[in-house]
């Protein structure tokens, strides 16, 4: 790559307001080189409009963008190293595949040997030489995604840039597309921002993830410990299924919700920890609940029953009714027997107050933190149907 | 059964078709051999006032057409309208796709205000748009009243001269153009523009490159239908014009009406009628590949 250095990119406190709306409210983030990050948010949450400012389609009403080292705040999109995947791909429409890939080699006037063997190389890559000398129009979805890959791929950018570069492909193909970007992407070493919606996008294939709401950034990390550890209580509720309950921390376990239903959770500093009496935003994992057969238990006062279950073939998520009015959701192996009343419990679990995160359960050690240190895995025995980094 | 359905949708085209042919094609051929020396049959009652008449007793003769382009007047006549027209249209293009471009580019109030004013020409009759025009530039107008109380008693004025005629046209021609490029261009997504500045295009260069090719066929409709129009006006040369040199419309009308040569005036407009084919030539051009890549891209 023609970058020199070893410095990435680097945004700070980037802020735009388009019309009436603070659209981006303060935005800073640095990715390393060759990094893949990922801007994962809800709808309207700005992705787009940072991901514009960065290839210089739009320009920030302060703040900066720097990369490899230089400050390329002021510069037009065509003097950036950047390049960008449009999500509607963009392509031209009167150009041959060939033509779009070599557009930008042509203004750089290089000589014709090299563009031809340039951009063979970039549509083998991409799996595209036998498309050359088709127009966009005559290409399935998939192809031309790739084509706008290869068109941004063939001029060596120093920065990626991929709005939802996904979204108009099927689910199948979806999975197999990501693969090949990230695959492309580690090979060629190339710092990537990628804007996606879909969590399950963006847990398999980033290096860090930014989640973003509001045009602010909720929390920025890798994606084992956004999916295990989200600091605060939008993230918990955005990435992945989670249960979130109001409740309150009592001897052994937790009372949930308007019923203060008791659910036991096997951590010895849960109880000095969050045993001060106040509420709680209880949040686990549906992977982290347990739900076995009550049998002769019948006096347990957390007992429930299964009210619905949906299978997804090698697990299925149950929704356990606990209390007249809490319920949870859990995700279980397929040969689990769920007639009759069950108990549940909780291996591990997080307590956020205010929006942020307070503490974070460990299991079976019985070791739990207030926020920090190491994961332990979690979801013995249960395939996680949710994404999560280990499907990497 | 098959026969009787083709018989079915022939007779479905069939009155159109009559009726170009009885109203339209009919007497453009009689004028054809007219002009060719036939002045019996259907072109008696023509002939019986015709002045300067050549006739033929063989299959036809060029005589007219040989006598027409020989004269002064016409050959001038014939270079003002190509030059007025050719100027027109450059003029007409430049303006259509300043003013869209910038409606486009910027999607500001100004640019859409801008669109809807250029189109404004469109709702005014070019016979009293014409008049004004002539007003504004000409010996006591606005121009020259201007231009003397700054000072300026010598300014030149514009009436009745080909440049006023080149004015006017615009003023008829731009409203099309301006709903045409922008129509064309709002249908361009700007990510194809922002593309091009991405792989490293400059405004310049993305417009030439991009927005010019994926616009052409609006670009082609507006330059063939502002020149045809432009060829074959006669309001606009009419009022505003020179007496002579002037365009082949009015040329050819004043030598049917004053000078009572209704060959040698229909020989103009076979004249006028060929350089409309030729400007129409790259219209055809445009619709034929826009029609092959949409079906290629349907495949
Ligand atoms: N030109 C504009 N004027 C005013 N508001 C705008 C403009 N463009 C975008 N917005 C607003 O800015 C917000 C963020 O837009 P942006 O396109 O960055 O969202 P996004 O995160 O990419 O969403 P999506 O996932 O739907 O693409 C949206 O609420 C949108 O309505
Ligand atoms: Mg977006």
């Known amino acids: ?392 | 059964m098959r026969f009787l359905r083709r018989l079915g949708q022939l007779l479905m085209v069939a009155p159109p078709i009559l009726v170009i042919g009885v109203f339209v094609g009919f007497p453009i051929a009689i004028s054809a051999i007219y002009t060719l020396g036939h002045l019996g049959g259907p072109n008696s009652a023509v002939s019986a006032i015709g002045l300067h008449q050549v006739s033929t007793k063989g299959l036809f003769t060029l005589k007219v057409y040989k006598d027409v382009f020989a004269e002064r007047n016409f050959q001038a006549s014939l270079v003002a309208s190509v030059w007025v027209t050719v100027v027109s249209v450059a003029v007409v293009l430049v303006l259509s796709w300043a003013i869209a471009l910038y409606a486009w580019r910027t999607r500001s109030r100004l640019g859409r205000a801008l669109t809807a004013l250029a189109v404004v020409p469109m709702f005014i009759p070019v016979v009293i748009a014409s008049y004004s025009i002539l007003q504004f530039f000409s010996y006591g107008g606005f121009v020259k009243t201007v231009a003397s109380a700054l000072g300026m008693p010598h300014f030149p004025t514009l009436g009745y001269s080909l440049q006023l005629v080149v004015i006017a046209e615009i003023w008829v021609s731009v409203p099309f153009g301006v709903l045409m490029i922008s129509s064309g261009l709002g249908g361009i997504p700007p990510s194809a523009f922002e593309a091009a500045r991405d792989v490293g295009a400059s405004v310049v260069r993305a417009t030439w490159k991009i927005l010019v090719p994926m616009n052409l066929l609006p670009t082609v409709i507006v330059t063939c239908f502002t020149g045809i129009s432009v060829l074959g006006s006669f309001t606009v040369p009419y009022l505003v014009g020179p007496t002579t040199p002037t365009l082949l419309g009015p040329e050819a009308t004043e030598t049917f009406q004053s000078f009572a040569e209704p060959q040698q005036a229909e020989v103009m407009a076979v004249a006028l009628f060929g350089l409309s084919i030729i400007v129409a030539v790259p219209y055809i051009w445009a619709t034929y590949r826009a029609n092959r890549t949409s079906r290629a891209q349907a495949l």
């Not at chain 1, 948010?41 to 787009?48: L, N």
């Not at chain 1, 000095?272 to 686990?284: I, L, R, S, T």
């Open chain 1, 1 to 392: 790559m023609s970058a020199q250095n070893t410095q990435g990119l680097e945004i700070s406190n980037l802020m735009k307001r388009l019309g009436d709306n603070a659209v981006v409210k303060g935005i800073s983030l640095t990715a390393r080189r060759g990094e893949l990050v990922c801007l994962l948010g809800p709808s309207g949450c700005g992705k787009t409009t940072t991901l514009r400012m960065i290839g210089g389609f739009l320009s920030p009403d302060s703040g900066s963008i720097s990369l490899g080292g230089l400050d390329i705040t002021e510069l037009p999109p065509e003097r950036r190293p950047t390049a960008m995947v449009f999500q509607n791909y963009a392509l031209w429409p009167h150009m041959t595949v060939y033509k779009n890939v070599a557009f930008g080699l042509r203004l750089r006037r290089l000589p014709k040997t090299e563009i031809n063997d340039r951009v063979d190389a970039v549509l083998k890559m991409v799996n595209l030489v036998h498309a050359k000398d088709r127009h966009p129009g005559a290409l399935s979805g998939g192809e031309q995604q790739r084509v706008a890959l290869a068109r941004a791929l063939v001029l060596e950018p120093q920065l990626l840039l991929l709005d939802e570069p996904l979204s108009n492909l099927d689910a199948k193909l979806r999975v197999e597309v990501r693969e090949e970007i990230r695959e492309i992407q580690q090979r060629l070493a190339i710092t990537t921002v990628f804007v996606t919606h879909d969590q399950d996008e963006a847990l398999s294939i980033s290096d860090r993830i930014a989640v973003m709401s509001g045009g602010r950034i909720e929390q920025y990390s890798d994606p084992d410990s956004l999916y295990r550890r989200p600091e605060s209580r939008f993230v918990a509720g955005f990435v992945g299924s989670m249960n979130i309950l109001s409740g309150r921390i009592v001897a052994g376990g937790i009372t949930l919700g308007p019923d203060g239903v008791f659910i036991p959770c096997d951590d010895a500093v849960l109880a000095n920890y969050g045993g001060d009496g106040g509420e709680w935003e209880v949040a686990f994992r549906l992977e982290d609940v347990d739900v076995q057969s009550a049998g002769g238990l019948t006096s347990l006062p957390h007992r429930g029953s299964v009210a619905r279950q949906v299978s997804h073939g090698h697990f299925k998520e149950v929704l356990v009714e606990v209390g007249e009015h809490t319920s949870i959701r859990a995700y279980l192996g397929p040969d689990v027997d769920l007639s009759g009343p069950v108990v549940v419990s909780v291996r591990r679990l997080l307590l956020y107050r205010d929006g942020a995160l307070c503490y974070e359960s460990h299991p079976a050690s019985g070791r739990g933190q207030p926020t920090g240190g190491e994961s332990l895995p979690g979801g013995a025995g249960l395939t996680s149907s949710s994404p999560s980094g280990s499907l990497r």
